[in-house]
């Protein structure tokens, strides 16, 4: 099949989304790159946008089969940062002119922790004159928690669908985990008037091609406004690596297919915030670069105090322990390499979320 990628900007059917990533011809793949490099350019601008994430604990009442924190992973050290050190960061964030800092952790849904969470909203509008746009990563929350989220003044929410087929999601989840409560959590946070980005992981053992199609129509099925992907990358200490056959196949199949997950999805929604997300970085030294050329617009560099970052290892080779944020970003020679700049002081909200019914 041949699709006149350039010409089908926003109208993409499974069959052809599947074609596009099952790409392997580098000039095939460059031209697939291109396209949606120019479309995120037509379509948003060419600033990149900064989120600065703080990882603040990993402490967490879930059990996921993939990630390095889960709660029966009695092997790492659990932290917390406290709210001095974590409005440090953040104060760090806001004198560097990032605009926008994203607070995650592992999931806890008790009183003292949504308290907490409380507090932080506060106190970090507070300290940066309400300028600081506030991203959470908190998982699965009551309504109500949300909503007071919301009204304190976070205006995005990450919460990743994992794999929108709930098979494979209930494959990589114990029973307790529930594939409908996560989609209803999203339903939630949009009513709320949350600027929404949910996600997959790329390359999960048993996944298809088609199931990859289909997280993307899912993507614009349920109209998100920013979306943060990327490669699955084990960690040893999870019962999901114990399914891996090949460590190595893995690494470049799923670095190549989440360079071509980014691009395909810019093309069929080129609206959005798309990340380059950490995990690329994981697989590849220059992987987050290689994500903004194949259509991405946002970068996330951690900014969790490196004291902490050891112990925050969802996977293998999650970069930057030891590593300052201001250096991590030096990599990035984006005038010269990108024909981009980044957009500081700005929050860079997604064009996609003010054209919403
Ligand atoms: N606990 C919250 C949640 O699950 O939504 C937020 C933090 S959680 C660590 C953030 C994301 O890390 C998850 O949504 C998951 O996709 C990703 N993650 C965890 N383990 C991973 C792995 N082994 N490879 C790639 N991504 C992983
Ligand atoms: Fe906890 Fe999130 Fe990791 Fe699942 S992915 S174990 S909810 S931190």
């Known amino acids: 099949m041949q699709i006149d990628i350039k010409n089908s900007a926003g109208n993409l059917t499974s069959n052809q989304l599947k074609y596009l990533l099952n790409l392997k011809q580098t000039a095939e793949l460059k031209e697939l790159f291109k396209t949606a490099y120019q479309l995120r350019i037509n379509n948003l601008d060419?600033?990149?946008?900064?989120?600065?994430?703080?990882?603040?604990?990993?402490?967490?009442?879930?059990?996921?089969?993939?990630?390095?924190?889960?709660?029966?992973?009695?092997?790492?050290?659990?932290?917390?940062?406290?709210?001095?050190?974590?409005?440090?960061?953040?104060?760090?964030?806001?004198?560097?002119?990032?605009?926008?800092?994203?607070?995650?952790?592992?999931?806890?849904?008790?009183?003292?922790f949504i308290n907490f969470v409380n507090d932080l909203i506060k106190e970090i509008k507070n300290l940066s004159n309400n300028k600081l746009g506030i991203t959470l990563s908190l998982g699965e929350q009551d309504k109500k928690t949300y909503q007071k989220w919301f009204e304190l003044g976070a205006h995005r929410y990450l919460l990743r669908i994992e794999s929108s087929n709930q098979k494979l999601y209930e494959n990589i989840h114990p029973v307790s985990h529930s594939f409908k409560k996560r989609l209803n959590c999203l339903n939630i946070l949009r009513e709320i008037g949350y600027q929404v980005g949910t996600g997959v992981m790329i390359g999960l053992p048993g996944?298809?091609?088609?199931?990859?199609?289909?997280?993307?129509?899912?993507?614009?099925?349920?109209?998100?406004?920013?979306?943060?992907?990327?490669?699955?990358?084990?960690?040893?200490?999870?019962?999901?690596?114990?399914?891996?056959?090949?460590?190595?196949?893995?690494?470049?199949?799923?670095?190549?297919?989440?360079?071509?997950?980014?691009?395909?999805?810019?093309i069929l929604i080129p609206d959005i915030n798309i990340a380059a997300?950490?995990?690329?970085?994981?697989?590849?030294?220059?992987?987050?670069?290689r994500g903004l050329k194949a259509g991405a617009n946002i970068i996330m560099p951690v900014i969790t105090h490196p004291n902490y970052r050891k112990d925050y290892q969802l996977y293998e080779n999650k970069?930057?322990?030891?590593?300052?944020?201001?250096?991590?970003?030096?990599?990035?020679?984006?005038?010269k390499e990108l024909n981009a700049k980044i957009g500081y002081n700005k929050w860079g909200d997604s064009p996609h979320y003010f054209k919403r019914n």
């Open 46 to 112: 060419r600033e990149i946008y900064l989120r600065g994430i703080i990882e603040f604990s990993n402490i967490c009442s879930k059990d996921c089969y993939y990630c390095g924190i889960r709660k029966s992973n009695q092997k790492i050290n659990r932290f917390k940062m406290s709210k001095t050190e974590i409005l440090e960061s953040a104060g760090w964030i806001y004198k560097n002119n990032y605009a926008s800092i994203v607070l995650q952790s592992g999931e806890r849904n008790d009183p003292e």
């Open 207 to 266: 996944q298809t091609i088609e199931d990859l199609a289909n997280d993307l129509l899912f993507f614009k099925e349920i109209d998100v406004d920013m979306v943060g992907m990327g490669p699955y990358v084990i960690h040893k200490q999870t019962p999901l690596a114990k399914k891996i056959v090949d460590e190595k196949i893995l690494k470049v199949r799923n670095f190549d297919l989440a360079l071509k997950m980014i691009a395909a999805l810019r």
């Open 277 to 289: 997300t950490t995990a690329l970085d994981a697989l590849s030294p220059d992987g987050k670069k």
């Open 319 to 335: 970069e930057l322990i030891g590593v300052s944020a201001a250096d991590e970003f030096k990599k990035f020679d984006l005038s």
